[in-house]
């Protein structure tokens, strides 16, 4: 169970990190309307790519700090739990890239990648408190309802026109939250 405190606090930088650049990309696509249904799934899979690059450099600093291994063993489970379910959401991201303007659909893709992103979260929550697996739950049901909605046409919100504004609630809002509720709540480290 210690390593599971461990785990808990190296997450809450990390999601407060990514919930920042992905409020902060949703923000910015929105705001300035620069980035359009044509260039959706390759401006989130940019955020993506520099989400995981910050996140890596953080866990990193976080493993040079504490005078730890990187690629230590837990680190390297963890990995091998979300990387198979995160490389399905890169694919279907690369295969909207390559689809025809008028075959892309931002919004299934949007609650492909919550299924996908859930399941990942869900299996790196083995090593962890059940926070991670309910946090994964919660976006395995919220995608699966999102995409439901969506292909039955219930929802006149769920358009191309407030994609960016459903990544930066799913992706940016709901990891920043849980990033704060991790730090807010997590244990003070006992040093000897």
């Known amino acids: 169970m210690e390593q599971a405190s461990v785990y808990r606090r190296a997450l809450a930088p990390v999601a407060i990190v990514v919930g920042t650049l992905g409020l902060g990309a949703a923000g910015l696509a929105h705001a300035v309307d620069l980035i359009k249904p044509d260039h959706f799934a390759e401006y989130w899979l940019g955020v993506a790519l520099v ?62 990648w919550m299924v996908l992103y859930g399941g990942a979260l869900h299996a790196a929550g083995f090593f962890m408190k059940r926070g991670l697996k309910l946090m994964g739950w919660g976006f395995v049901i919220i995608g699966s309802l999102c995409l439901c909605f969506h292909e039955m046409r219930q929802v006149p919100w769920l358009n191309g026109n407030h994609a960016h504004l459903l990544m930066g609630w799913t992706f940016g809002a709901n990891n920043l939250v849980y990033g704060l509720y991790l730090k807010l709540t997590s244990e003070p480290l006992v040093t000897e």
């Open 51 to 112: 989400s995981a690059l910050a996140a890596l450099l953080l866990i990193r600093w976080q493993a040079l700090r504490g005078r730890e291994d990187f690629w230590s063993p837990p680190t390297r489970r963890v990995a091998q739990a979300m990387v198979p379910l995160l490389t399905a959401g890169l694919g279907l991201g690369l295969l909207e890239m390559m689809s025809t303007p008028d075959d892309r659909d931002s919004i299934r893709l949007i609650a492909l």
